[in-house]
């Protein structure tokens, strides 16, 4: 069974840096397209970024494209969402997702329901 655990987040000022992790445990990220989502307060869940299997595909919403890169280490069988110049507006609980049956070399965030595997989240506060 796929486990997932998202770490990294925390208080960051307008313009900082932060760079999230999800780590799989129990099966290799390796067959998996992985997903980023965010849920601010009174808001819906929605898709941040994704990466398909054999990471030749990564998507970004446009609020974060180029400010938020995405990559793989599998040695680490681990995600990383580094995120830079970040905006009030990125605060958010941020939660990594695994597909189980992916298309190869593609990925999307546009329906969570394409996502088998949650991990707990991460809180992210952009604040001065």
């Known amino acids: 069974q796929l486990q997932l655990v998202e770490s990294g987040g925390g208080l960051v000022q307008p313009g900082g840096s932060l760079r999230l992790s999800c780590t799989a445990s129990?099966?290799?990220?390796?067959?998996?397209?992985i997903g980023w989502f965010r849920q601010a307060p009174g808001k819906e869940r929605e898709g941040v970024s994704c990466?398909?299997?054999?990471?030749?595909?990564?998507e970004y919403v446009d609020s974060v494209r180029g400010r938020f890169t995405l990559s793989r280490d599998n040695s680490k069988n681990t995600v990383f969402l580094q995120m830079n110049s970040l905006k009030p507006e990125d605060t958010a609980v941020y939660y990594c997702?695994?597909?189980?049956?992916?298309?190869?070399?593609?990925?999307?965030?546009?329906?969570?329901?394409?996502?088998?595997?949650w991990g707990q989240g991460t809180q992210v506060t952009v604040s001065s």
């Open positions: 997702a695994a597909e189980g049956n992916p298309v190869p070399d593609f990925c999307s965030v546009q329906r969570r329901s394409r996502y088998d595997y």
């Open positions: 990466i398909s299997t054999n990471d030749k595909t990564t």
């Open positions: 129990g099966v290799s990220l390796d067959y998996y397209a």
